[in-house]
């Protein structure tokens, strides 16, 4: 399978802990997007990478929330300290910006806080 | 900033009629199109996408799309909708190729029988 890879599928933190969040974009593809979908919003974009930079973190909360995406390695989303708000389900996509590629998303991490 | 209205959040529709579903978007310069479906408890899926040229786009499973700039929408229609259409559907923007894409709330389809 060639796709979008995200894990885990389901992660329950109880408030106050970390949550890391991991996505391995496609074959080939260097750019990997975050979005935060909570029921009745749609779609929120989080943040944008490339390999080793953050090229548009403006849908990132600024405190608790972090993405890093490495030259070796999956893109890590992270929050810290999380509250029962953070509850959602994040969701990963990867292109390979030659031309007009879309996005391919993963299935998706839900995250619940207890 | 470029943003994206889908007016509709449900939209019931019996099997084998048509379907349209609105979506309105604003920017000041031009845009790149498409139309996600999501599945339940699984990503999203491109469905069409318009970048230039016809207006009228051809996507998978029987969709399409029509780009009108005067009015700047972008509406999906299917003539003939399956119980397997049953999903939600996202409209989305993008300013140009580098940059993000966002999102529509999304309209739930529910195909009745």
């Known amino acids: 399978n060639a796709g979008v890879m995200q894990n885990p599928r389901h992660l329950v933190r109880r408030r106050g802990q970390e949550a890391r969040l991991r996505c391995s974009p496609m074959?080939?593809?260097?750019?990997v997007y975050w979005y935060r979908q909570l029921p009745e919003e749609g779609l929120k974009f989080m943040v944008y990478l490339q390999k080793e930079n953050i090229i548009d973190e403006s849908g990132m909360p600024k405190e608790r929330f972090s993405a890093e995406f490495p030259k070796e390695g999956p893109s890590i989303l992270r929050i810290q300290q999380v509250v029962r708000g953070d509850s959602a389900a994040y969701f990963c996509a990867s292109s390979s910006r030659t031309g007009n590629s879309p996005l391919h998303f993963g299935n998706g991490t839900r995250l619940t806080v207890t | 900033a470029q943003s994206v209205t889908q007016l509709d959040s449900q939209v019931p529709v019996f099997e084998e009629a048509p379907v349209e579903l609105r979506c309105n978007y604003s920017s000041s310069v031009s845009v790149y199109l498409f139309w996600y479906v999501q599945y339940p408890n699984q990503g999203l899926q491109l469905l069409l996408k318009?970048?230039?040229?016809?207006?009228l786009v051809k996507g998978i499973n029987g969709f399409e799309a029509e780009f009108n700039k005067s009015q700047t929408s972008f509406h999906l229609r299917k003539p003939s909708v399956h119980i397997s259409d049953t999903a939600e559907y996202f409209c989305a923007v993008s300013v140009n190729r580098d940059d993000k894409i966002i999102f529509g709330k999304g309209t739930r389809l529910h195909i009745l029988p």
């Open positions: 074959k080939g593809h260097s750019h």
């Open positions: 318009y970048l230039s040229g016809s207006t």
